[in-house]
């Protein structure tokens, strides 16, 4: 007779339910990280945008230029600074995730246990049940003979 846990369906839906919480908790993380990978890419560009502005403010410049360069810097360090604002509730989802996560897998994690120790109990009966059987058939061949 083959080892069977009473709870499978339960440890299947569990298993089920971390997985879910698991690729919900990636997501979030993968959308952080998009978001910094963005910040990081902006503050490059402000960078450069800023030397070469430094850079044009040696010749001679018409003001127009100038002012078009100040908007255009102005737009990205606005950008960025709505990227960073849009980091608050992401790292709040994070969170979130990581508790659902956290609980999922706590308890997923009992009922692999408990199944894990039950494995082991039914191998240590049957193991035992074999050697009654061995034992019983030693003593019935000495008996005879």
Known sequence: ????????????????TEKREEIALEKVLLEIASVRHQIEQLSAEIAHAQEAMNQSLL??????????????VNAIVDHKKALVESL??????????????????????MLSDMEHRQHEEYDQVRARAEQKFIDDIFAARSQRG
Do not use: C, W
């Not at 608050?88 to 308890?107: D, S, W």
């Open 1 to 16: 007779m083959a080892f069977r846990f009473p709870l499978a369906t339960v440890l299947r839906f569990r298993q089920s």
């Open 59 to 72: 010749k001679p410049l018409r003001a127009i230029d100038l002012q078009n360069m100040l908007i255009a």
């Open 88 to 109: 608050v509730p992401l790292e709040r989802q994070r969170l979130e995730r990581m508790q659902a996560y956290r609980i999922a897998h706590q308890g997923r994690q």
